[in-house]
């Protein structure tokens, strides 16, 4: 599509900076209003021929046409004719001689012209001779030049730019395309070698559109090819899969032009603040959520498409390019599959119209560690047999036996079911697999579509089984090495979060579609049962672990009796751990590692005991107190000196703190000289799973909100907090801390300003508390408004307030100075953060310390939803 004619002669009037800003500002608003009506590659063409003008004018303008000593020459996408509406501008700027001082001068003129022009430019200004020795050394700038053309200049200065490109070939055929396969590894990796990241780039992603064009760019360096359709000729391509590829970078440049157009600038993340508007652009509908997911799943599809391709092509690359490299050693698996390298390769396409064989395939794989890829021409029959698929391959009772084979090989979970997801074996066995294939998480702390995350559970369960995981995962190792049937715990892995997507409970649609697979494969009724049993409950001890006081008796009695027996807590446990590591990269931390250890150490001991005799809380207290006193005495402190300190605390103290954590505290409290006076400690070492701070201070006006306030402001992640008091009325406060990485602080001079930090907010109970402000923008487009929810307690005399938003700075600061408004006693909290998600629970009581009657639970209820819904101070 041409530009408008009207846009030309506007652009051809300017004059000055207000003029030029005035007519790209035309252009951006008639890009936008054609974008539901054009072809994207014509409204990109569009906007390279609207620059090319814009950019001669210029030129002129500033007299770079006066001794026909510079050429402007559009490299990389701009070389190619394709921008987006907030796409970089890269240029060279040719000159024939070294430019003089006054030529210097003018460029600058033209270079600061278009930066206040608000124009992303990438520029050089190179004689012919540096042209040629910088492409020698950055394969970057070499491969920009390969989609070179003249904007404004000599025609003949050009064509010995070319010609001089061509005959210093200082880029070999065979150096540039490992130069380009090492990039592309190397931009994998930076996403974690997934296509299924929920805020995907839409340039660097595996399957995004740099995958697409190292297609391109190796075809144009070895094959000389100006066109994808030329590998058709070639015999790379066939008629479909180049109508394939086309079909993808539209649905890419469609989606980057929308991406474009709601960032109102140069983005190539599709973060969670873009992509509603970006649906909405693409006619995805207006819906929010709904819309968000049904265009990102297109989105995921389309990558998984250019991924599969992109790779198939490069191997066939490798082939041609490298042969002198390929002195292949085959090796036969039997009469219809050979190893080829480190690919397996079916010797006859016609293999697979027998479709158990597609099954085989990775049976081999599994057999054969050494294998890691699928060889291309296998690769391209695998994705015609699954196009022409007028099934589900799970109706073959063939395919069934082989699956559950897989399932049942100490390698077939491995890379034989990451090859079978990647390439669509999986959703082409499960109806419901294909459901959540590119099935967006729309919330605070997924990072992975539903598919990806699942794939990812089954390798960290997959890992449990090799030797090294004993550093890792050392109770999960111990429990998995002993279990008869680990295909049991594959398959509650695999269908965890099948259910994701079509309303409802996921969890116990999950389960049903557990016992009809257990059904359709012949598994016995108590497996399909306890399988069935895993997906439903596989959020318990997770919920159990980070929202409730696990060191309460009553908790973990009420666990057991969910769990029942010790066969169900060991899948449960390896299950949860796998799911929590594959949620989110930054997810997991040594404190939830301890605390869902304690829970399984707890749980598994109730159940040895018997659910009808649980351990006896005096018991629990006994065993501490003896196992406390011998460390202390060893300390050299006597007898009457630890009942003395002893007889300070209610029982509720030695039930809530463990052995360790009591004999830390009682070694710094007999330190101290003056009992009457605050007392801050912060452990040095992790203890329990991060950074313990224990605060014991003369009851004052909101200390819990003046604690939580110095702790937010020194930048420390709270994930625990327990709140008691002495029988003489003094307050103990407790919190386990994690620095924003998840790990606990190691620094001592981060652990004294922390604890300086504390020391000072208790030294002046009447300062005003200053929460500081900071949020960050990423999450904005949730818009989450806060949730309280009220619950009674186990205890009659108490209550539990559920707190749930945005983690927002001062955010337990805020609840803490409501709770002080209110008057009411906070005995414990639990501090979940999941993502950008917090997770509050605290055991309050009134004033008088009774349970809130339902007057004052509508009040605490209003007086922090409207709080909380107020801007940070």
């Known amino acids: 599509m041409a530009v408008p004619k009207e846009q030309l002669k506007q652009l051809a009037q300017c004059t000055i900076l207000e003029d030029y800003k005035d007519t790209i500002s035309n252009f951006y608003t008639w890009l936008k209003g054609e974008f539901a009506f054009q072809p994207v590659e014509k409204l990109i063409n569009a906007r390279a021929d609207f620059i090319d003008q814009l950019l001669s004018q210029l030129f002129q303008h500033f007299n770079l046409n006066e001794n026909n000593n510079f050429n402007l020459i559009a490299v990389g996408g701009y070389g190619r004719g394709e921008l987006h509406p907030y796409s970089d501008i890269d240029f060279l700027l040719l000159a024939h001689n070294e430019p003089t001082k006054q030529e210097c001068e003018k460029i600058g003129e033209f270079v600061t012209m278009l930066w206040d022009l608000n124009l992303d430019i990438g520029h050089s200004v190179r004689?012919?001779?540096?042209?040629?020795?910088?492409?020698?050394?950055?394969?970057?700038?070499?491969?920009?030049?390969?989609?070179?053309?003249?904007?404004?200049?000599?025609?003949?200065?050009?064509?010995?730019?070319?010609?001089?490109?061509?005959?210093?070939?200082?880029?070999?055929?065979?150096?540039?395309?490992?130069?380009?396969?090492?990039?592309?590894?190397?931009?994998?990796?930076?996403?974690?070698?997934?296509?299924?990241?929920?805020?995907?780039?839409?340039?660097?992603?595996?399957?995004?559109?740099?995958?697409?064009?190292?297609?391109?760019w190796v075809a144009k360096k070895h094959f000389k090819s100006t066109l994808l359709r030329d590998l058709i000729t070639d015999g790379y391509l066939t008629h479909e899969e180049h109508q394939e590829l086309l079909e993808c970078l539209l649905n890419l440049w469609n989606i980057r032009f929308a991406l474009h157009?709601?960032?109102?600038?140069?983005?190539?993340?599709?973060?969670?603040?873009?992509?509603?508007?970006?649906?909405?652009?693409?006619?995805?509908?207006?819906?929010?959520?709904?819309?968000?997911?049904?265009?990102?799943?297109?989105?995921?599809?389309?990558?998984?498409?250019?991924?599969?391709?992109?790779?198939?092509?490069?191997?066939?690359?490798?082939?041609?390019?490298?042969?002198?490299?390929?002195?292949?050693?085959?090796?036969?698996?039997?009469?219809?599959?050979?190893?080829?390298?480190?690919?397996?390769?079916?010797?006859?396409?016609?293999?697979?119209?027998?479709?158990?064989?597609?099954?085989?395939?990775?049976?081999?794989?599994?057999?054969?560690?050494?294998?890691?890829h699928i060889y291309p021409s296998t690769l391209r029959t695998l994705r015609q047999v699954r196009r022409r698929l007028l099934g589900d391959l799970q109706d073959y009772e063939g395919c069934r036996s082989a699956f559950l084979r897989l399932l049942r090989h100490p390698n077939g979970m491995g890379r034989a079911f990451t090859l079978m997801h990647k390439h669509g074996i999986l959703a082409a066995y499960l109806p419901q697999w294909r459901n959540i294939f590119g099935q967006m998480q729309f919330d605070l702390f997924h990072a992975y579509t539903v598919d990806e995350h699942t794939h990812k559970v089954i390798q960290n369960i997959y890992r449990y089984f090799q030797s090294e995981s004993i550093q890792e995962f050392p109770l999960c190792r111990e429990i998995v090495i002993r279990m008869e049937k680990p295909e049991l715990l594959y398959l509650a892995g695999i269908f965890h979060d099948i259910a994701k997507g079509r309303g409802g409970d996921h969890s116990e649609l999950g389960a049903l579609d557990t016992i009809e697979f257990a059904k359709l494969h012949q598994l016995s009724d108590f497996e399909g049962k306890f399988i069935a049993w895993l997906v439903e409950n596989h959020l318990l001890m997770s919920i159990t672990a980070q929202r409730k006081d696990i060191s309460d008796p009553d908790v973990i009695s009420e666990f057991a009796k969910?769990?029942?027996?010790?066969?169900?807590?060991?899948?449960?446990?390896?299950?949860?751990?796998?799911?929590?590591?594959?949620?989110?990269?930054?997810?997991?931390?040594?404190?939830?590692?301890?605390?869902?250890?304690?829970?399984?150490?707890?749980?598994?001991?109730?159940?040895?005991?018997?659910?009808?005799?649980?351990?006896?809380?005096?018991?629990?207290?006994?065993?501490?107190?003896?196992?406390?006193?011998?460390?202390?005495?060893?300390?050299?402190?006597?007898?009457?000196?630890?009942?003395?300190?002893?007889?300070?605390?209610?029982?509720?103290?030695?039930?809530?703190?463990?052995?360790?954590?009591?004999?830390?505290?009682?070694?710094?409290?007999?330190?101290?000289?003056?009992?009457?006076?605050?007392?801050?400690?912060?452990?040095?070492?992790?203890?329990?799973?991060?950074t313990q701070v224990f605060v014991y201070s003369p009851d004052q006006i909101n200390l819990f909100a003046r604690i939580v306030s110095a702790l937010s402001n020194k930048k420390t992640h709270i994930h625990y907090a327990q709140v008691m008091m002495t029988k003489d009325g003094y307050a103990i406060e407790s919190f386990v801390i994690l620095e924003q990485d998840g790990k606990a602080i190691e620094s001592a001079s981060r652990l004294n300003s922390i604890r300086r930090g504390i020391e000072h907010s208790l030294s002046d109970p009447h300062k005003k508390i200053r929460i500081k402000k900071s949020r960050s923008k990423r999450f904005k487009g949730f818009n989450i408004k806060p949730q309280v929810i009220i619950r009674p307690h186990g205890r009659k005399d108490r209550t539990l307030i559920e707190i749930q938003g945005v983690d927002i700075p001062g955010l337990l600061t805020k609840i803490a100075n409501v709770f002080q408004k209110t008057k009411l006693h906070i005995h414990a909290a639990r501090i979940t953060t999941v993502g950008e998600r917090a997770e509050d629970f605290f055991v309050v009581s009134d004033e008088h310390y009774q349970a809130l009657d339902a007057d004052m639970q509508a009040k605490v209820s209003q007086v922090l939803s409207e709080n909380l819904n107020k801007e940070t101070e």
């Not at 509603?276 to 207006?286: K, N, S």
């Not at 390298?341 to 099954?359: G, Y």
């Open 562 to 690: 969910r769990v029942k027996n010790e066969k169900r807590l060991n899948y449960l446990y390896c299950l949860t751990l796998a799911d929590i590591r594959a949620t989110n990269d930054n997810l997991w931390n040594s404190w939830k590692n301890t605390l869902l250890r304690e829970l399984f150490l707890s749980t598994q001991r109730a159940l040895r005991l018997g659910l009808e005799n649980p351990m006896d809380l005096r018991d629990q207290i006994r065993d501490k107190k003896q196992q406390t006193r011998q460390k202390l005495i060893s300390l050299d402190y006597n007898e009457a000196q630890i009942d003395f300190l002893w007889n300070r605390f209610k029982p509720d103290y030695f039930s809530r703190f463990s052995a360790q954590q009591i004999a830390w505290h009682g070694e710094n409290f007999l330190k101290s000289k003056d009992l009457s006076q605050p007392m801050v400690v912060i452990s040095e070492k992790a203890m329990h799973g991060g």
């Open 261 to 372: 157009l709601a960032a109102g600038r140069q983005e190539n993340r599709l973060l969670f603040d873009h992509q509603p508007l970006a649906a909405e652009l693409l006619g995805f509908g207006t819906d929010g959520k709904a819309s968000v997911e049904r265009m990102m799943k297109r989105l995921f599809r389309i990558m998984s498409r250019v991924r599969e391709l992109n790779q198939m092509l490069l191997r066939y690359f490798d082939d041609n390019i490298l042969p002198d490299r390929n002195s292949h050693k085959i090796t036969q698996l039997n009469d219809d599959f050979i190893r080829i390298d480190h690919q397996i390769k079916v010797k006859d396409a016609s293999v697979f119209f027998n479709r158990e064989k597609i099954f085989e395939l990775f049976e081999h794989v599994a057999d054969n560690p050494e294998i890691t």
């Open 127 to 216: 004689t012919l001779a540096q042209t040629i020795e910088y492409k020698a050394k950055d394969v970057c700038f070499a491969t920009s030049l390969l989609e070179s053309r003249l904007v404004i200049g000599d025609d003949d200065e050009f064509k010995i730019l070319q010609n001089s490109l061509v005959k210093t070939q200082t880029w070999s055929s065979e150096a540039f395309f490992l130069a380009k396969v090492e990039e592309q590894d190397l931009r994998h990796k930076k996403c974690h070698g997934t296509t299924y990241n929920l805020e995907p780039n839409l340039k660097e992603n595996p399957g995004g559109l740099r995958d697409i064009q190292t297609i391109i």
